[in-house]
């Protein structure tokens, strides 16, 4: 269990606007650099209800919005970010080859450049080399970003790892919180966990939920959690989730699901 702490963030964060959200996965990705500020921009430009982007630290200890462990993935730089400063970081190209020059942000200038709903991911998994379990020094820097910007918009942070979302809780209780599972968990069992802990959303991946089917979205909504799932950009799949009535669907293509979305009409 995490441990127990003796403050909370005075953070009031706004709630999630009703569903069904598109949530532009690591930004408009499909057009800009995953996890730029030009594909926030473009998620937004593109109507996306949210952004979602992952947190991880640097050696130094700033929150920074990197997917991967080392910053080859996405960069031209190598070695894991956690023992990079954040003024190597700011050195390295993130465009990948798509366009001009892009740094990676820091958080603080993520949420700096949003206009709309935030879906925070703190990275911190058992086996990688950045894990800090039970510290969770990575999502106390996040929330402690949160409060001294106080954050104008919705948020929800989200983690593969339930320490680190029960922290999340502990700390601000009034930020909404998502469970991860893998395309190799039962979302029944995502469910059975998020509903008796608290959390807000319930967070498949899509072949476990389409695997599970309707009946399963009935049966988080009755628990009264609300089901989001990832990654999807086949225009067929969106519709049928949207017509299932998911409450949020992840995306690499944001003006697709939007335009899905806005002509989807609910199936009996």
């Given amino acids: 269990m995490a441990a127990a ?48 982007l ?37 050195r390295l190209d993130a465009a990948a080859g798509r366009g001009p020059r892009e740094e990676i942000p820091t958080l603080a200038e993520a949420l700096s450049s949003l206009t709309l709903a935030v879906d925070i991911e703190i990275k911190n998994l058992p086996g990688d080399p950045d894990f800090d379990s039970p510290h969770e020094k990575a999502l106390v820097a996040t929330v402690a970003a949160l409060e001294e910007m106080r954050f104008p918009h919705p948020v929800l942070i989200s983690s593969f790892n339930w320490i680190t979302i029960e922290r999340c809780r502990e700390l601000a209780p009034d930020v909404a919180t998502g469970f991860l599972t893998l395309a190799g968990i039962e979302p029944s069992a995502g469910l059975d966990y998020s509903a008796a802990a608290g959390h807000a959303f319930v967070l498949p991946a899509v072949p476990a939920l389409v695997q599970a089917g309707p009946a399963f979205v009935t049966e988080a909504h009755q628990a009264g959690i609300r089901v989001g799932t990832w990654t999807v950009d086949d225009e067929e799949l969106i519709g049928r989730l949207l017509g299932w009535g998911v409450d949020a669907v992840a995306t690499n293509d944001p003006r697709l699901a939007v335009r899905v979305r806005d002509g989807a009409s609910v199936e009996e």
Avoid: C
Avoid at 25 to 42: D, M, Q, Y
């Fill in 5 to 52: 702490v003796a403050w909370q963030y005075p953070f009031m964060a706004q709630p999630l606007p009703a569903g069904p959200l598109v949530v532009a996965h690591r930004g408009a990705s499909i057009e800009a650099p995953e996890n730029t500020l030009t594909a926030f921009r473009l998620a937004a430009e593109a109507g996306a209800d949210a952004v979602e």
């Fill in 54 to 90: 992952d947190v991880r630290l640097t050696a130094d200890g700033v929150p920074v919005v990197l997917h991967d462990v080392d910053v080859s993935s996405t960069t031209d730089g190598s070695g894991p970010v956690h023992t990079l400063t954040l003024a190597e970081v700011k």
